[in-house]
């Protein structure tokens, strides 16, 4: 039934009759054409839901064209439609208009940008997050610290968290300049939250986003640096502002009260 809702040409009408019920009002393909609408509304409001940013900077009629090929490449896999837009930046990346093209197209490159943002913010929304949870506070030892769940760090090559944020403030942005941004995305009480990093802030949160210590998160800024670990170390331990400031932002938990 849901390759008829998304390719009813390729259907033949004997399978409609055998899957649509005709009544006195209506034939199976009249009826299966009412089916047919209202799931690609119904498809196209959910992504519109999931991806409000890449909407507004695509157009709405472009977006949905896009999103009608999408669901004919890749038909949703749950009924709730909850991971509808999960493939959704890479089918733009493998049906990008300017793939014959000699040099990318800096829009095309935006947008699939953007769509990888609006699915990290998505996802960050509904997953596993602190609530409940012990959060760390400005007296947790170095030792005692890890991530919260929600923590995820991404690089974008454009600053897509302030045109997402400003088209969720109906600020009517104009697609920016490329310009290499790291973003860290969380939830803290429900609510989500994105926070610029620098990119030695990146490394470090990256490695204890993958399970890692305070000891070995510096030893990965001092190895992609190429600085000596034993300023790096000190610059962590002489400067506390970023510390303080992640900590109040409900980047980390105290292990010790878990």
Known sequence: MQAALIEPQATSNQEIERRVRSTSRLSAATALGIYQNS???????????????????????????????????APPESYTLYDLGRRFAGFLQANRPDLDAPVPELWVD???????????????FDCAG?????????????????????????????????????????KSPRPPDRERVYLAVLRKDYVTHTIPVSFAHFVFLQEMCRGGTVGSA??????????DLAQVEKAWNEVSEIRDSWINAGFFLDRSRA
Request: glycine fraction near 4%.
């Open 130 to 170: 602190a609530e409940g949870l012990h959060l760390a506070q400005q007296t947790t030892r170095d030792s005692d610290l890890c991530v919260q769940p929600s923590l995820s760090l991404a690089a974008y090559g454009f600053p897509v968290g302030d045109y997402y944020h400003a088209v969720r403030q109906e």
């Open 39 to 73: 799931y690609r509304l119904r498809i196209a409001a959910c992504m519109r839901d999931q991806f409000p940013a890449l909407c507004y900077a695509l157009g709405e009629g472009l977006f949905n064209d896009f999103v009608a090929e999408y669901i004919r490449q």
């Open 110 to 124: 935006f947008i699939i940008d953007l769509a990888r943002f609006e699915r990290q913010i998505f996802s960050t």
């Open 218 to 227: 510096l030893s990965a800024v001092s190895q992609q640096l190429s600085q």
